[in-house]
């Protein structure tokens, strides 16, 4: 067991996260169409052009002229050609034919007009505005050229990626097998929704919330349930996981006081490291092992628990689920909001929204209470405003940096 003390800084909590997310993940192969949320384990290299064959932009008119003086010219319509339908011969100079979005150029097309810009008449067109050589003309490989990188190893896949891969013909891609995620809450305070309260209990949120944020990650968890406070259940359970899971995560008890059963026994079964981070919310969180199984443990309180989650245990489990380890990336945004005489010290992350003032500048608008056990302020934000070890003081107006939601999962 390593028991440290020392409070550590954000950006030493992430350094250390990243030492350790090692990916073991092995390699299986999966059909494209259900690869959607997993991570690629190797480089998908194009193996054909994109698009295979030049091809039309518009429905229109291929012609073989000298674009840049068409306007006015009558040409004869010799055929059409729509797509999967090649023309059979070459345009002779002077000939046009009608075609449609996505079929192949004939040879001898030099530009495609769109049929906003045709007259046709009696088995001519006229064309009305002159054009550049190769106007609406898709040449082959303009998108992706045999031999590109369509997607880089240890991507987590989204629906362009996969967009890209069919276009390429892959049946198939291979990925990293999932994380297997075991969740617990602790407490005898928590009671599970549908369940009647007594005096003292509250109902079991963070279940919910971690189950949610989890599902946009490459894991497959598993509920189990709540430990109550009792040390010889909670050693039995915990005992009886090893193995199961490549990863526990677990909400409250992830402080040092002596109702902080999980860490204690954690610490007695495998290696942990106790970490009292310099961050608001979300000061206590644990980090460790139990024979090989990752094991996070995250504050009780809702808003503690997600930011801790966004902040450090999302980061990383993609790295060690196969992803590159990174950060979020806040945009600045103007402060709706002034605060006064701040203690440094630590970092600090406010629920916030971004708004629109009259003018259509952007600002953001932070929660009226910063409370780590209100959860209404995340049904009310859709990003968190950063403050920064060493800030003091906000001026409304002034630049604060900004993490979306939606960059992080949420």
């Known amino acids: 067991m390593n028991n440290n003390s020392q409070s550590l800084t954000y950006t030493q909590a992430l350094e250390h996260l990243r030492a350790q997310a090692l990916s073991k993940q092995s390699e299986e192969e999966v059909p494209l169409i259900s690869a959607l949320g997993r991570i690629v384990s190797s480089d998908q290299v194009a193996h054909r052009n994109v698009p295979v064959a030049d091809n039309s932009a518009m429905d229109g008119y291929a012609i073989n002229a000298e674009a840049q003086s068409a306007s006015g010219q009558r040409f004869p319509v010799v055929g059409q050609t729509f797509a999967g339908h090649p023309f059979d011969r070459r345009l002779t100079e002077g000939q046009a034919i009608r075609i449609f979005t996505g079929a192949p150029i004939p040879e001898g097309c030099r530009f495609v007009a769109p049929q906003e810009d045709c007259e046709a008449e009696d088995g001519f067109v006229t064309v009305t505005r002159a054009f550049d050589e190769d106007s609406n003309i898709r040449r082959c490989g303009e998108d992706v050229r045999a031999g590109d990188t369509l997607v880089s190893r240890g991507t987590l896949l989204k629906p362009q990626h996969i967009g890209a891969l069919a276009a390429d013909g892959l049946a198939t891609v291979p990925v990293r097998t ?214 003091t003081d906000v001026t409304k107006g002034d630049p604060v940096p900004f993490i979306p939601f939606s960059q992080v999962g949420l």
């Open 178 to 391: 999932p994380l297997r995620v075991g969740l617990l809450s602790t407490g005898d305070e928590l009671v599970r929704p549908g369940n009647l309260l007594e005096s003292g209990q509250i109902y079991d949120s963070n279940t919910f919330l971690l189950f949610g944020l989890l599902s946009s990650l490459p894991v497959n968890v598993t509920d189990l349930g709540i430990l109550p406070d009792e040390r010889d259940v909670v050693r039995e359970r915990l005992t009886a996981l090893q193995g199961t899971f490549d990863v526990i995560i677990t909400s409250g008890g992830a402080g040092k006081g002596d109702a902080d059963i999980v860490g204690q026994v954690v610490g007695e079964l495998g290696n942990i490291e106790f970490w009292e981070l310099a961050i608001k919310p979300g000061r206590p969180f644990m980090f460790g092992s139990i024979n090989g199984c990752n094991f996070i443990g995250l504050p009780g309180n809702p808003v503690a628990a997600v930011v801790s989650f966004l902040s450090f245990a999302r980061p990383f489990l993609l790295a060690r689920a196969g992803a590159p380890f990174t950060e979020a990336e806040p945009v600045l945004l103007p402060a709706g909001f002034a605060i006064a005489g701040r203690r440094p010290g630590r970092r600090e992350f406010l629920r916030a929204k971004r708004r629109f003032d009259g003018a259509g500048g952007e600002f953001v608008e932070k929660y009226r209470h910063d409370g780590s056990a209100q959860i209404s302020s995340l049904t009310f934000a859709d990003g968190l405003v950063v403050l920064e070890e060493t800030l």
